[in-house]
């Protein structure tokens, strides 16, 4: 069945790449899109056949969770908005023209890795790793990416909240990246 539902998953269109592991308890089915393809509609053919293969049922069960937390941050351009599901978090990062979400694992490292992700696709810039997650002993959550030549950090308190702090720390270390990423461009054409 795996080497068919691939096959079949390979054949929507916008699908640049699949990989499907059912076997073990942290496998799964990993999509990655061509560039400009329609998410919504490739994520609706792709739940379709799920339910066909009866990967997934045809509705999907209703999440019950406290509430969650919409990190407006304007002087960023964006929304992060962290919602925790069974077994971890959904992030989505909105700006007024695009929106992008990840389903991760219930980990700090994981969801400001899905909010890094989904930060840099509505931005248009390309992804970064997030290489450390901390708390200090001053209440600071420090974020460090890296682009994989410039390593850079970003950090907010966690008075106002958790969710809110790892929004504004990833998208500090973000900015601070864009930045010396843009600089050191900018030395090598000069």
């Not at 992030?91 to 909010?115: D, K, L």
Request: aromatic share 4%; net charge negative.
């Amino acid at each position: 069945m795996t080497s068919s539902l691939s096959t079949r998953l390979q054949e929507i269109p916008g699908v640049a790449s699949v990989v499907v592991d059912l076997t073990d308890s942290g496998g799964g089915i990993n999509v990655r899109l061509e560039p400009g393809a329609d998410e919504s509609l490739v994520m609706e053919k792709l739940h379709s056949l799920l339910v066909a293969y009866g990967v997934r049922s045809p509705r999907p069960p209703q999440l019950q969770h406290s509430r969650s937390e919409r990190a407006t941050n304007s002087e960023f351009g964006v929304d992060v908005e962290i919602t925790p599901i069974s077994g971890g978090a959904r992030v989505e990062v909105t700006t007024t023209n695009v929106r992008s979400f990840r389903v991760v694992a219930a980990s700090p490292i994981a969801i400001a890795q899905g909010v890094s992700d989904a930060w840099c696709q509505v931005i248009g810039q390309i992804p970064v790793e997030v290489v450390n997650v901390s708390v200090g002993d001053d209440g600071m959550l420090a974020v460090s990416i890296s682009n994989g030549e410039i390593e850079t950090k970003g950090s907010a308190s966690v008075e106002a909240g958790w969710k809110d702090a790892l929004a504004r720390a990833v998208g500090g270390a973000l900015r601070a990246s864009f930045a010396a990423t843009t600089q050191s461009k900018l030395a090598v054409n000069t």
